[in-house]
């Protein structure tokens, strides 16, 4: 014993600190001296894990292996770390778990955390504390965290695994604030260099953060994994089922949670098959919440009961509190297709923040650290786990969001979305599955002016596309939605209605586009006024109904009263004026008044070049209008200029597989058919054929109308197998896609009817003529003119069988209506005089084929010109008529000439001149 004189003596200072530091060692000393470390026998070893063994565990050996694999890289004398991320439900936990088991009854403790949230991990750390019997674990004031990974840090803990598992929340474990950075759970991670710490999470950001560069990626199983883990969990399976079971799985995205939910679902419900739970699963969306919403048990687990939007709904929660940004984007992305979401979309979006690249790219991160997201297209576009995406919208439906998150999702894209018109296309070719996703799920009650505005721009382009069908229940649910909330005057509802008109017209449903027209029209004077140019533009779509029901005189006066209003109201070169000029020279031509269409048409032209520019496209629609007009006068090489001239400036200006430039690459097509050169139009036929299928598509209207055309080519050329074969495909596809009665689906049947005509098959021509016959006379009338193209069809079929009285009686029927409906000098008028002139022919009545022919040759003559190939052709056959009658010097006379003007006009080579030479050599000969 010391004494000392007080407490200020020096000595007294230095042995109280020699007995604070004593003090302080004495408890390792005896420990380091009296107790072994834990680790070294059986009784200081724990298995401290929550679950009992999956013996129902799939893949093992490949899972276990990439854990063991990635542990091993590590030096075993340092500290381990493995961070394996991925969905929730794919089964990260299940791999941790079998891998733990694999060291009961070994030398090496192993200590299961839940690290969901910062409570679950206290209560977790102090049963650990508990289980070692640490000072103070049960001191509920005394923070356990920081003793806990002392212990472990110290040589006393021995070798161990520790697993935190479900560390979903970044924010738990890094606080952003610095001062308080101490606070987050990272921080309570030990780093004992006999032991292996392994995290499961849904985030790659948190793996990063906890594991560096030791994590493993987490995916769905294989498919035969996924079975094997099915019938593990419903031994019911029999072999029949087995497609309905495989089919199941691809529904489930192999996703482990999934597949176990419904295997308990199929225990439960005995009634259920497989086949049966897909059938009512895939029905709705509101069938997938209620099946993935029912509740299961995993008994390994505890009794609680867990569900798959359960176990989605934590993530959403989570990514909602870490970044607001993040779960607007989820929320936009439920109401909209789950793949191929453009990063311009979010971009777009409007929230807060998304017009920043950096912010917006680290929202996205978010979602795609919690394996919410993929990126596809090079990561210009998203995915979304279809699993996922059915339980965001469960989540927000729960929490009675989804409508009000369905109102702004489609006031974005009302905003967003174009018009129909062909530069568009390539925007809607990407945004439109997402539209389309949009309307699909809104509900009558939420139903607002904005997706009245979707279902109108969505119509707009199925329309100009040539999906009539679809455009048509679009732009009936705008008008609908618009009447209710507009009324019937508004002039929106009536920009719906007029949509709605021009998808009839697509369908060729004339009647009914014009009683719509025809409402809108008088709605628009009484509310906008005559002369409003919405008015005109109603008054310029009837006209062109008209024109296509054949009452070509009641359209020509509406395109006139048109014309004139726009020069007076917006002026003689008014885009709309010239647009209204044009399609009166449209109705002249369809008249066969082919000098007035020319003067309208170069006039159009000229201005266009004035006001527009040379490259203009309703520029180049008017020399391509001018260029058909010039092949209906038989001017076909001043058409095959033009024609070449604005097929290579849409080439330029537009590209060469624009739909329009490949309208002027077919108009080419045709002008080298009417000259007769097969092969040049078979090239570009095939190859507008091939772009349209695969820029279009296989069944768009314009592909099946190249393809007929081919068709054309081929039946011209000979190849009668080749133009039967495409014929039937193109007249079969039309029937599915158009109907029945579709025009285009009627011109398919009469072009197979000529086909067979050709083939000689007479009886299944007249069978196809009188069934296209009769049903254009009921959808179309007895006088349209398709209708009178369809019954001269039949004459012809009756001719070519000898039926001569038959075809007679026909013949004269469609000659005299086309003088009455078309008149006296239509082009087709004098087709029908000079059929019925070769009728009297072959029945020896030569004289009134002599008058018949005379009349047409020199009507032809002075309507359409003496070196128009169809006065070439009445030419040739009153020649062969004087030559009938005896008449030989005469018709030698006539056939000289057709040979010299179809020499100079189409060449020597060409057939109808080589025929024409050939029969007057042989006159001359036998002379």
Not at 79 to 98: F, N
Not at 694 to 720: C, F, I, K, W
Request: proline share 3%.
């Amino acid at each position: 014993m010391v004494k000392f004189g007080s407490k200020n003596d020096p000595a007294y200072g230095s042995a109280l600190d020699r007995l604070r530091t004593f003090e302080r060692e004495a408890k390792d000393v005896v420990e380091k001296r009296f107790c072994p470390p834990a680790g070294l026998t059986g009784s200081h070893v724990h298995f401290i894990v929550p679950y009992s063994r999956n013996e129902r565990f799939i893949a093992g050996d490949q899972n276990l292996g990439r854990i063991k694999e990635k542990l091993a890289a590590q030096k075993s004398s340092h500290h381990r770390r493995l961070a394996i991320y991925g969905l929730g439900g794919v089964g990260k936990t299940q791999d941790v778990l079998e891998y733990v088991y694999t060291f009961k009854d070994s030398p090496v403790s192993v200590f299961w955390v839940h690290a969901g949230s910062t409570a679950r991990f206290e209560q977790d750390y102090r049963k650990l504390a508990r289980a070692v019997e640490l000072p103070g674990w049960d001191d509920a004031k005394k923070d356990i965290r920081p003793i806990v990974k002392e212990w472990l840090e110290s040589p006393k803990s021995g070798n161990w695994i520790l697993v935190l598992d479900n560390a979903d929340n970044a924010a738990n474990f890094f606080s952003t604030d610095e001062s308080t950075a101490s606070d987050g759970l990272a921080s309570f991670v030990p780093q004992g260099a006999k032991g292996t710490v392994v995290v499961t999470t849904r985030t790659r950001e948190v793996a990063d953060q906890l594991a560096g560069m030791n994590i493993l990626s987490k995916d769905v199983m294989e498919t035969d994994q996924a079975e094997q883990l099915f019938i593990q969990h419903y031994p019911a399976t029999t072999d029949h089922e087995r497609e309905s079971i495989l089919l199941l799985l691809r529904v489930l995205h192999n996703l482990p949670l999934a597949i176990i939910h419904v295997a308990a679902y199929l225990r439960r419900n005995p009634t259920f098959s497989p086949s049966k739970y897909i059938n009512l699963f895939n029905s709705t969306r509101d069938s997938q919440m209620h099946f993935l919403s029912k509740p299961f048990s995993d008994l390994r687990r505890g009794a609680t009961a867990e569900t798959v939007l359960a176990t989605f709904s934590i993530t959403f929660r989570q990514i909602q509190e870490q970044s607001p940004l993040s779960g607007s984007l989820l929320k936009l992305i439920a109401c909209i297709d789950r793949q191929s979401i453009p990063h311009e979309l979010l971009a777009d979006s409007g929230f807060e923040g998304a017009n920043d690249e950096f912010t917006l790219n680290e929202a996205i991160s978010k979602l795609l650290n919690f394996s919410l997201l993929t990126t596809v297209q090079n990561g210009s576009a998203y995915e979304i786990h279809s699993l996922v995406h059915v339980s965001i919208a469960a989540f927000l439906t729960q929490r009675q969001e989804m409508d009000a998150v369905q109102r702004w999702t489609a006031e974005l894209f009302a905003r967003l979305l174009p018009n129909g018109e062909v530069h568009n296309w390539p925007f809607w070719r990407v945004y439109f599955p997402h539209a389309s996703a949009l309307a699909s799920k809104i509900t009558k009650d939420a139903d607002t002016l904005h997706t009245a505005a979707i279902y109108n721009l969505m119509s707009g382009y199925l329309l100009a596309i040539g999906r009539y069908r679809e455009a048509e229940g679009l732009a009936r649910k705008s008008t609908k939605v618009r009447t209710h909330l507009l009324g019937q005057e508004h002039p929106d509802t009536l920009i719906s209605m007029d949509n709605l008109a021009m998808t009839y017209m697509g369908q060729r449903r004339w009647r009914e586009a014009e009683e719509l027209q025809v409402k809108v029209i008088q709605t628009r004077k009484r509310v906008l006024g005559q002369e409003h140019p919405a008015t005109l533009t109603s008054m310029n779509d009837l006209a062109s109904t008209y024109l296509s029901q054949g009452r070509l005189r009641e359209a020509e006066e509406l395109q006139v009263k048109v014309i004139q209003t726009r020069k007076r109201v917006l002026g003689q070169e008014h885009p709309d004026t010239l647009t209204s000029m044009n399609d009166l020279a449209s109705t002249y031509w369809n008249q066969g008044w082919l000098r007035e269409a020319e003067e309208l048409n170069v006039k159009v032209m000229q201005t266009r070049k004035r006001v527009l520019g040379q490259e203009h496209p309703d520029t180049l629609t008017s020399m391509n209008n001018l260029a058909s007009t010039y092949s209906n006068q038989g001017r076909l090489r001043e058409a095959e200029e033009l024609n070449v001239k604005v097929m290579q400036t849409r080439k330029r200006v537009l590209g060469q597989e624009h739909p329009v430039t490949l309208i002027s690459m077919n108009n080419l097509a045709t002008t080298y058919m009417d000259q007769k050169r097969w092969r040049e139009a078979e090239e570009l036929q095939v190859k507008v054929m091939q772009t349209s299928k695969r820029v279009l598509g296989q069944e768009h209207p314009a592909t099946l109308t190249s393809m007929n055309d081919l068709a054309s080519t081929y039946l011209n050329q000979g190849r009668l197998r080749e133009a039967e074969e495409l014929n039937v495909k193109v007249m079969q596809t039309r029937k599915r896609v158009l109907g029945q009665e579709h025009p285009d689906t009627l011109t398919s049947m009469n072009n197979l009817a000529s086909t067979y005509v050709d083939q000689e098959r007479w009886r299944e021509a007249e069978e196809l003529n009188v069934k296209v016959m009769q049903t254009r006379k009921r959808v179309l009338g007895q006088e349209h003119p398709v209708t009178l193209i369809s019954m001269n069809n039949l004459a012809s079929t009756y001719w070519n069988q000898g039926r001569l009285r038959e075809a007679e009686e026909l013949q004269v029927k469609v000659m005299q209506t086309r003088k009455r409906v078309l008149g006296q000098e239509h082009p087709d008028t004098l087709i029908s005089m000079n059929d019925l002139a070769s009728t009297y022919w072959n029945q020896g009545r030569l004289r009134e084929a002599e008058e018949l022919n005379v009349k047409v040759m020199q009507t032809r003559k002075r309507v359409l010109g003496q070196e128009h190939p169809a006065t070439l052709t009445s030419m040739n056959n009153l020649a062969w008529t004087w030559k009938s009658q005896g008449r030989v010097a005469d018709a030698i006379v006539m056939m000289t000439e057709v040979a010299n003007l179809g020499s100079s006009l189409l060449g020597r080579d060409h057939p109808h001149t080589s025929a024409s030479m050939s029969t007057l050599k042989e006159w001359r000969d036998g002379n």
